[in-house]
DNA sequence: GATGATATTGACAGCGCTGTCAGTCATTGT
DNA sequence: ACAATGACTGACAGCGCTGTCAATATCATC
């Protein structure tokens, strides 16, 4: 038998709505009683029945994460942040994977409506679709973005991919590289695209020339970086200094097979990432990259669409990264 | 306005209960009936409100994953299953992280009471305590295991890791190794018990002997497996021909420090790891290692709480794993 | 000591759905 | 033709909680 509020109503010799009054730490009890109740509800090891609850109230306590599978250390991060901020609250996050591809859909509306949620985050690569968001106002959901640039007027998390790049590829600069290559991400992701803008404005910032050949494309998958670094790498009068991978797996992809050509690290060629996932620092040696602070994002998202006191729309939150420098890059050898 | 089994039953000229008959797929409904009430739910864009389903028939449709960060790569695949489970069935998944450390203490209960789900998938390493399982039955409530060994009358998914080290040390011994080093995993950890046994029993079988300074302890992280390497390689007149650590990552720390002593695997050491995590093709050559059917692993999980037809929990069912030989293995050179 | 403001409490009516059970048909067997 | 079966449908009463609103108790103020 389900101990009910009912239950500890009569155990403390209450009503059942000041039971529930102090259950929910409202306002506008006696201390005595609340003391009382407290008491008499954790003698009858009472729990709240949560869909009661819900119904009564039209809240779930449920936050539901949307994703895409993005690489798994990053859903870990991502995750970790938002779970814990659900349990500060008192929700719990819910998973629900939606294909890219199933974004256009017709079944999505539904499936979206039937999802029940308080509220909802929604997590790169999907951030980058201005239909899902449409669909979401349309709902009428409360969501948050946590997206590599901001679009729409929901609450989003920011971090900003052209300045990290920017600073990266200063970075190879600072160090006297000038023949600097870089390997793109997917096109699709506007955070690849904007790794790569960062690049570019450095380089026309230093007045050094962007050579079109040294430009590859990726998809980030460490099986792009190989194929990158063997167009890169296999002509040797012709050979950059420094490889920018705009992800970590790709430039451990240039990492192996420059291992495999002999080439030394830093020494004959630098290389550098970005996203600090666990793959930068079992690599040897360990890689130059971008940490960003994903599970930091995760918490964010989730505070702004519980606690949503202090938050403006319009107003992304900006998060800092972190360029950390290791043994991948050092000083250009001008040996060429 | 939202619309509500009522609408739909107006809409459709029909009982609220032959359209909640309609929806939840009931038997004895005539075909025109519920062609008229899906009909009417899909005009109306009708969607069930979850809480008020929940408290009506006491089901919450929310399994819960039980964790304590394991390697991203390992949560990932396991949740990707058991969502996927949950999906086919109507169900979501919600995520409840677990310090191992607060298995034993006095919050826990009351928190797995508050969870109010349909059921709780566990999986490693929290599937190893018993105190764990005990504290779920005594609340009541319904469980899986995704676990190495089998403990409890609990449904298990269970995969056999003796067998599995057991095959590649096999593996190795066929390929002429004689002199073969293990790095262990915590042993805390059943699972990298299993994996020391199964090495142990190969040797056995084979009548090689175990040397006790070529079985290092390790931790699982990289690190510990650059350690072990340091501690097994340095001494050039008494090298192991082969060395197994008990994960990928241990693995891809040894492979790291015998580049640096200019080592080459396969040709003078062979090196295998455990588990198949991306990091096994990251590394290069590819590593050996072993696949673990993680994401089958998920799904039986939540298979067997959804639907417990011909589930017996006396027979865990055992998955299989594969035997991944990829280039970091080799035919032992005797040259010593 | 009377007045209004404020703090504290409880009665009651649902929230939107499903379980129970009883009712209406159409079909089968004898 | 009549009972017995089974297919189909609907009325109704909650599930366990919270929102609303009204009632009462307490306090500060002049």
Same mark, same amino acid.
């Given at each position: 038998m389900k101990t009910t509020i009912t239950d500890v109503a009569k155990q403390a010799g209450v009503s059942m709505k000041t039971v529930s009054r102090v259950l929910n730490n409202? %306002?506008? =009890?006696a201390k005595t009683t609340r003391e009382r109740v407290m008491q008499a509800a954790s003698d009858l090891n009472y729990t709240p029945n949560l869909a009661a609850r819900g119904l009564a109230s039209?809240?779930?306590y449920l936050i539901a994460l949307l994703y895409d599978n993005p690489s798994p250390s990053y859903l870990s991060n991502l995750q970790h942040g938002a779970v814990e901020a659900c349990r500060r609250y008192g929700y719990h996050l819910v998973l629900e994977p939606i294909l890219i591809e199933e =974004?256009? @859909?017709?079944g999505l509306e539904a499936r979206l409506r039937r999802l029940s949620v308080d509220g909802i985050v929604v997590a790169p690569p999907l951030s980058d679709s201005a239909h899902l968001m449409g669909v979401l106002s349309k709902i009428g959901l409360r969501y948050s973005v946590v997206a590599p640039a901001s679009i729409g007027d929901a609450p989003t998390v920011f971090m900003d991919n052209t300045e990290a790049a920017f600073m990266m590829s200063r970075h190879l600069i600072e160090m006297g590289h000038r023949e600097i290559a870089f390997i793109k991400g997917p096109t699709t992701h506007s955070s690849s695209v904007q790794r790569f803008a960062g690049f570019t404005k450095a380089m026309k910032e230093a007045e050094l020339p962007i050579r079109e050949q040294w430009v590859k494309p990726g998809d980030f998958t460490v099986q792009s970086g190989v194929d990158a670094a063997r167009e890169l790498l296999s002509d040797q009068s012709e050979r950059p200094t420094a490889i920018f991978a705009a992800n970590d797996d790709m430039a451990a992809g240039v990492m192996t097979f420059a291992a495999r050509l002999g080439i030394?690290? %830093?020494? $004959?060629l630098s290389v550098c990432g970005f996203d600090d996932t666990p793959i930068a620092q079992i690599v040897w040696p360990k890689l130059t990259t971008i940490a960003q602070p994903i599970q930091e994002m995760g918490r964010r998202a989730v505070d702004m669409l519980i606690d949503?006191? @202090?938050? $403006?729309?319009?107003k992304p939150k900006t998060l800092e990264f972190k360029l950390i420098s290791r043994d991948s890059t050092g000083l250009a050898n001008d040996v060429a």
């Open positions: 409202e %306002p506008n =009890v039209s809240r779930s =974004v256009e @859909g017709p030394s690290i %830093p020494e $004959d949503r006191s @202090g938050v $403006d729309p319009s």
